[in-house]
């Protein structure tokens, strides 16, 4: 049973400080997963703090992998491409990537094997892996396409398969299971999302092509461990910089931060918005772009968030609506259907918890229109279960009038345990 975490969060005047932000979440997964089946040991520096990430580590033991941890840094002792067979159902916990990303791993292994999820992810719709792993010979049951699922693997074949949805979880599952496949897999996604799957495939000495929209990897292919410090997840880090947006004259420093072109989004729009960001270093790390930035909040204008950027920013949107109505002229969000699939409906979730600071908000089936100038007011929030919603809140919270309670404060912990209480050191009341 989960237990229930109220948090209070009050109003700020400020927004100051230094943050090193744990590994990002979604190079943790495919790390984690790629060594274990990598050849030799890999070490693996700042793994993301979050459940959802333990959540992989733990299936990947009981697929027979084994791994330390000691404190933020794991050292997996790869097995090779070939897994052994887990003598329980995988559980997957609240983690979408681990459910669909690890799905294309067992899928080309020759023994069954039952992905289970809490109750958020049993309600998320796993068709889109279900299809095209079925296509390369897997057999796959689940409850009318959402989890638990029942996977029998097989020797697989490779694909040609047009992705009908942008999804990189989806993506990176067919590249896994190319991996896996006798052929070579090509996959096309309908635009350009995060590409961590090839660079991590890439740093673990996978090749892959790519050409426009399609990615290519020839089956059989080994992989060997290796050693690798993660960057700090911007997606995490999207709550410290929206919280520096609401305040002009607020200084924030992120060291060691994610910088990948197809994650980094986020930092344009930001600045499009007002927000003073200056990168003051930059490295490549294993294929990824690192970078340290300096932030200053200033006068904060509206945006439109629509195509193509909808896709790019899927995780940082719920805070960026969350400080809409403190905006200039406020922001409009279209084409973000995919956010009433998320751990929670996203759209929903927003749109309740504005109201219920007595924003004015509009709902539409693929987005959100909130006007700026708003004033909101403390009030009683829930997080529906959902770590971005919780922490969005909490950063809209700061600008409020009046204490604001979130219910469900705990979620946070899916994607990042320490959230509140570095937050807390950053503002200054
Ligand atoms: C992720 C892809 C996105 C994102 C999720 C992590 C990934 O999901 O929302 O938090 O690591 O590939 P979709 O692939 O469903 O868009």
């Known amino acids: 049973m989960r237990t229930e975490t109220a948090t209070i969060v009050r109003p700020a005047r400020d927004v100051r400080g230094s943050v090193s932000l744990p590994g990002d979440k979604s190079i943790s997964h495919r790390y984690a997963m790629l060594a274990g089946i990598a050849e030799g040991p890999s070490r693996l520096e700042n793994y993301s703090t979050g459940a959802d990430c333990a959540s992989t580590l733990e299936c990947m033991r009981s697929l027979g992998v084994e791994w330390q941890r000691k404190d933020n840094v794991i050292e997996v002792q790869g097995r090779g491409l070939v897994l052994g067979a887990p ?135 080994r992989l060997r461990g290796m050693a690798a410090r993660i960057p700090g997840d911007l997606s995490s880090a999207a709550f410290f910089l929206c919280a520096a947006a609401m305040f002009p004259g607020s200084q924030l420093t992120l060291p060691n931060l994610l910088m990948n072109p197809t994650r980094a989004r986020l930092l344009d729009v930001l600045m499009q918005m007002g927000l003073h960001i200056s990168v003051v270093q930059l490295e490549e790390i294993h294929g990824e772009m690192v970078g340290s930035l300096q932030v200053e909040g200033a006068k904060l204008k509206g945006v439109t968030i629509a195509g193509a950027d909808s896709a790019a920013l899927i995780d940082e949107i719920p805070v960026l609506a969350a400080i809409a109505p403190y905006t200039e002229q406020g922001i409009e969000v279209r084409d973000a259907r995919e956010l009433r699939v998320k751990e929670s409906d996203r759209i929903a979730a927003v749109a309740t918890n504005l109201r219920r600071m007595g924003a004015q908000v509009e709902e539409r089936e693929d987005g959100l229109k909130i006007p700026g100038g708003q004033a909101l007011r403390g009030a009683e929030l829930d997080s529906f279960g959902d770590h971005r919603i919780a922490m969005a809140f909490a950063v809209a919270a700061l600008r409020a009038r009046g204490e604001t309670l979130i219910r469900g404060a705990e979620s946070a912990a899916i994607s990042y345990p320490a959230f509140f209480e570095t937050l807390e ?5």
């Not at 990537?97 to 049993?122: C, H, N, P, W, Y």
């Open 425 to 429: 050191e950053l503002v200054k009341a």
């Open 87 to 221: 003598a329980r159902p995988l559980d997957c916990g609240n983690s979408g990537s681990t459910m669909r990303m690890l799905s294309g791993i067992v899928a080309g292994q020759k023994f069954i094997s039952e992905m289970v999820g809490d109750e958020s992810l049993s309600r998320r719709p796993m068709e889109r892996v279900i299809k095209p792993l079925t296509a390369m010979g897997a057999q796959i049951e689940s409850q009318g396409g959402k989890p638990p699922l029942r996977i029998t693997g097989a020797g697989l074949k490779a694909i040609d398969y047009k992705m009908p949805v942008a999804s990189a979880q989806v993506k990176t599952c067919l590249l896994f299971a190319g991996l896996l496949a006798e052929g070579e897999t090509r996959v096309e996604e309908p635009l350009r999302t995060r590409d961590h799957g090839e660079v991590a495939l890439r740093a673990f000495g996978a090749q892959l092509q790519r050409q426009g929209n399609q990615v290519r990897i020839r089956g059989g292919q």
